[in-house]
């Protein structure tokens, strides 16, 4: 299915890209560290593979607009306040992991219309694909859908926008906003939210947040 999602050629669609390749100035140095560590012989000949190097992609680190990159504080607040021009007076749906709780907690969409919450499982998601995609779809089609549900949230961003559905894959944009106002500079744990890109990530101390159980439509 990433696959499928990658070959498309629908206009309405936008396939992004981690930007991994060229000229890494603009990253940090721990990121540029990590980026050629990844960045192997084998993985470029793969990527090589399955790439059309004549098509214009887009980039996927816009989901991660502070712990990569070389430059400020401030430089990194004013990309989150253009990505949240996205769902600015939007009315929203979420569809994240057991234990994400995108926003909860901070400011992050809190300019948003309206949160509604489809909860799916933290790990093996695709497992219960269709049930997701059902409920998904039977929701209102004006509404904008955050994905935030590792490489599910591609193949279900892909498919809703096949049913006339706005839908981003969000990545990990709510960790991202916590690492950022910790003012850290590096990525650590958030105790009560789930992370499955960091050491004991997956041990995540359990909280009830009336406003968040109110937004919540399915637990699939």
Same mark, same amino acid.
């Given at each position: 299915?990433?696959?499928?999602?990658?070959?498309? @050629?629908?206009?309405? +669609? &936008?396939?992004?890209?981690? =930007?991994?390749?060229?000229?890494?100035?603009?990253?940090? /140095? %721990?990121?540029?560290?990590?980026?050629?560590?990844?960045?192997?012989?084998?993985?470029?000949?793969?990527?090589?593979?399955?790439?059309?190097?004549?098509?214009?992609?887009?980039?996927?680190?816009?989901?991660?607009?502070?712990?990569?990159?070389?430059?400020?504080?401030?430089?990194?607040? @004013?990309?989150?306040? +253009? &990505?949240?021009?996205?769902? =600015?007076?939007?009315?929203?749906?979420?569809?994240?992991? /057991? %234990?994400?709780?995108m926003?909860?907690?901070?400011?992050?969409?809190?300019?948003?219309?309206?949160i509604?919450r489809?909860?799916?499982?933290?790990?093996?998601?695709?497992?219960?694909?269709?049930?997701?995609?059902?409920?998904?779809?039977?929701?209102?089609?004006?509404?904008?859908?955050?994905?935030?549900?590792?490489?599910?949230?591609?193949?279900?961003?892909?498919?809703?926008?096949?049913?006339?559905h706005?839908?981003?894959?969000?990545?990990?944009?709510?960790?991202?906003?916590?690492?950022?106002?910790?003012?850290?500079?590096?990525r650590?744990?958030?105790?009560?939210?789930?992370?499955?890109?960091f050491?004991?990530?997956?041990?995540?101390?359990?909280?009830?947040?009336?406003?968040?159980?109110?937004?919540?439509?399915k637990?699939?």
């Amino acid at each position: 299915r990433l696959l499928e999602v990658l070959n498309s @050629n629908d206009e309405n +669609i &936008l396939i992004a890209l981690a =930007d991994n390749y060229g000229n890494l100035d603009k990253y940090s /140095e %721990q990121s540029v560290r990590e980026i050629r560590h990844y960045m192997t012989k084998q993985v470029r000949a793969e990527h090589a593979a399955i790439l059309d190097k004549n098509r214009v992609y887009y980039n996927a680190y816009i989901t991660r607009p502070y712990v990569l990159w070389r430059d400020s504080w401030e430089d990194a607040r @004013n990309r989150f306040e +253009i &990505l949240k021009q996205i769902w =600015d007076k939007r009315d929203c749906i979420i569809i994240e992991g /057991e %234990q994400t709780r995108m926003g909860v907690g901070n400011d992050l969409f809190d300019n948003a219309a309206s949160i509604r919450r489809i909860i799916a499982p933290a790990v093996d998601a695709f497992e219960k694909y269709d049930e997701i995609l059902k409920v998904a779809i039977e929701q209102q089609e004006d509404f904008l859908y955050l994905i935030a549900l590792g490489p599910v949230a591609t193949v279900l961003a892909y498919d809703l926008s096949k049913s006339s559905h706005q839908a981003l894959d969000i990545g990990h944009i709510d960790l991202e906003y916590e690492w950022f106002l910790r003012g850290k500079g590096v990525r650590q744990a958030v105790p009560t939210k789930f992370n499955n890109e960091f050491d004991g990530g997956a041990e995540v101390i359990d909280i009830y947040d009336e406003k968040y159980e109110s937004q919540i439509i399915k637990k699939v």
